[in-house]
C-alpha cells in the first residue's frame, strides 16, 4: 500500500480519535433497556479490558452499544453463567454441550469481538440501505416448504386454519431448487375458494415465493430458511408456522393478546434449558438466563417494532456455519437476537408438553409432539415435529406428559425470569429415544420426586378433543 504525505500527517490524529474512543467508551453508561443479567456483564471484574475497540463506532445507537459491551473470556463467562444458571436436575442439550464444549472453549475473545463488529456493520448498512424502502403492511402466516412432503402438510395446516376462519394470507418459501411443478400446483390449488369441500371455507390467498440469499444445506432439516423467509415476507405482523404446527384455534387471536400488545414478539419455548458455556452468553453480552432456549416452530413479530430482530436472524440463518452449531440450529437464534438487541417478548402461560401414543403405560409408543400453549395458557399449537421420522399407530394423539408445575406465574409468560418461573421444570428431564424410531418421554431426573410429571389422557381437554379426527380429515400424512 502507497501512503501518501497527507495521510502520514493524519495518522498521529486518527490515532488520538481511536485512543478518545476507547477511553469515552470506557465511561459509557450501561444502557436502560438492558436487563439486568446484562448489567453483570459490565463489571465482573476488570480482566476483560484486553478488549480494546480499535474502529469507530457506526452511527445507529443500538449498533454502537453492541459493539461497546464488554468481552468475557471462556473462564469468566463460565463463571458468572453459572451463578445465573443451575445445571443441577435441569434438561440442558447434554449431547451438544457434550460434543461442542471443546470447541466453545477455544473461542478466543478476539472472535467474538469480530462477531460484534461484523454484526454491527451488518445492521448499519441495513439501517442506511433499508431506510428508504417502502413500509410493509398488514398481517400475514409465513412458512417454508421445500418438498412433497411439507407441502401435504402445508395443506393441511392451511385447511385447519380456514376451518377456524383464519383470512389470514399465506406465503409459503423454498430454496430456488425445491418444489416440483406438480408441488407448487398442489400449494397454487390452496388459494382456490375450496368450496368443494363442503366446509365453506373463507378465501386467504397463498402466494409462493423463494427465498433469496441462501442455498439449501445439507443437513437433515432446511434449517436455514427460516430467518429469511421471516425476513423477506411482505407482511409487517407475522405469524411464522412450521408446516407440521398445527393451530388449535384461530391464531388472529395472538394479535389480540396482552402479550402481544406489550411486546410486538412472541416466543415459545423448547424442553431444553440454556447451559453456561454455550458461547451464545458471551455473544450477546448477558449473564446465561435460567431460561428454557426458544423453539422455532411458531414465532409472532411485529416488524415495525423489531426490524433489527429480523435482520439479525437472517444474519445468523446466512452465516448458520458459524451460529446454528450455538444455536440448537434456528431455534434459539429468534431470542439470541432479541437479547442482543435489547428487546423483550412474552409467549405462552405455560411450559410445553409432550404429547403422542400411549407413552409409559405402553412400552410401544412415545411422544412425537410438542404441545405449546397460547399465553393464557390453553393449549394451542400442536407442533407434530417427529411424526414425519417414524411411524407411530392410531390414535397418534393419546397421552401427554407435562411438568406438574408449568404455569408461569401470575400473568407472566415465557420470556419472564422472575422467581419463581426460573424454578419451572427443574428436575423434569426429556428422554429422547432413538431406536426403534424417535420418540420422547417426559420423565423426571434421578433423586427427583416423580409427582414433578403428570401424565393425562389427550381427550382431557377441551381444545385437544376432536383434533385428530379433523387432522386426518384434512389431508393430514403420517
Ligand atoms: C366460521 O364462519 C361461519 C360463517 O360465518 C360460521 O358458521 C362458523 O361457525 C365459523 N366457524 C368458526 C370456527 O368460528
Ligand atoms: C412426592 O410429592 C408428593 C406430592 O407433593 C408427596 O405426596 C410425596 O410424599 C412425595 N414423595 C416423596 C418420595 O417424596
Partial sequence: ????????????????????????????????????????????????????????????????????????????????????????????????????????????????????????????????????????????????????????????NIRLLRSYNCTLPVEIFHFHTELSKSDKIMLSELSQLEASDGHGFRNNEVAIRVVEGIEKGNGWKAFEIKGAAIQQSSFDEILYLDTDSYSLQNPESLFESNSWKDTGLLLWPDYTKSHPTNPIWRLVGHQCRDEYEGESGQIVISRSQHQEVLWLVEYFAVRHDEFYGFMGGDRDSFRAAALMLGKKWAGPGRLNAVAGVALKDDPKGGGHTMLQADPEGRWMFVHANLIKHGKFPRPLWRKIHRAAKDRFEGTSTYGNIDPPNDKLGVGVKLRVEQAPRIETFMETFEGYNESLVVVEDWDAYEELEGFEEKWFEFGGVH
Fill in 1 to 156: 500500500m502507497r501512503w501518501s504525505g497527507r495521510r502520514l500527517i493524519a495518522l498521529p490524529f486518527v490515532s488520538l480519535f481511536f485512543l478518545l474512543t476507547f477511553f469515552s467508551w470506557k465511561r459509557k453508561e450501561i444502557p436502560n433497556y438492558l436487563p439486568e443479567e446484562a448489567h453483570k456483564y459490565f463489571h465482573p471484574d476488570e480482566s476483560h479490558d484486553h478488549e480494546i475497540q480499535t474502529t469507530p463506532a457506526p452511527q445507529a445507537p443500538v449498533v454502537q452499544e453492541l459493539v461497546q459491551r464488554p468481552i468475557l473470556t471462556y473462564d469468566e463467562a463460565v463463571e458468572l453463567n453459572s451463578v445465573g444458571c443451575s445445571t443441577e436436575g435441569v434438561n440442558f442439550d447434554a449431547g451438544s454441550v457434550r460434543d461442542n464444549e471443546q470447541r466453545w472453549r477455544e473461542i478466543p475473545s478476539t472472535r467474538i469481538s469480530d462477531w460484534r463488529h461484523d454484526i454491527a456493520a451488518y445492521l448499519q448498512e441495513k439501517i442506511e440501505s433499508e431506510s428508504s424502502a417502502p413500509r410493509k403492511t398488514g398481517r400475514g402466516i409465513v412458512m417454508a416448504a421445500g418438498d412433497r412432503d411439507a407441502v401435504i402438510r402445508a395443506r393441511t
